[in-house]
């Protein structure tokens, strides 16, 4: 079974950018869609992002612009590039392999 571990999280101010990261474990990960879904409190869960086996991403209206998904399939990597961050996407993000795998988060928030 594919584990997944978030990292990359932490307190920025609005405008400012960080990049999450998602190891995987396992020798499946080059054919497996990548999502990357985030939760803010009081909120349904969301997909951000996601990419296929062969990197082409797409994205939630509300990052569309801002975020970029990328993956390294030598290093079993997934990544999440976030800029110009507003305080609205301050949320838990979550790493998922095929909507059915999932990391254990890692909190990003925005704030002044």
């Known amino acids: 079974q594919m584990q997944l571990v978030e990292s990359g999280g932490g307190l920025v101010q609005p405008g400012g950018s960080l990049r999450l990261s998602c190891a995987a474990s396992?020798?499946?990960?080059?054919?497996?869609?990548m999502n990357w879904y985030r939760q803010a409190p009081g909120k349904q869960r969301e997909l951000v992002a996601q990419?296929?086996?062969?990197?082409?991403?797409n994205y939630a209206d509300t990052v569309k612009g801002r975020f970029i998904m990328s993956r390294d399939n030598a290093k079993n990597m997934a990544y999440l590039q976030m800029n110009n961050l507003k305080p609205e996407d301050t949320a838990v993000y979550y790493c998922?392999?095929?909507?059915?795998?999932w990391g254990q988060g890692t909190q990003v928030t925005v704030s002044s």
């Open positions: 998922n392999a095929q909507g059915t795998i």
């Open positions: 396992g020798s499946t990960f080059s054919i497996y869609i």
């Open positions: 990419i296929t086996p062969r990197g082409a991403a």
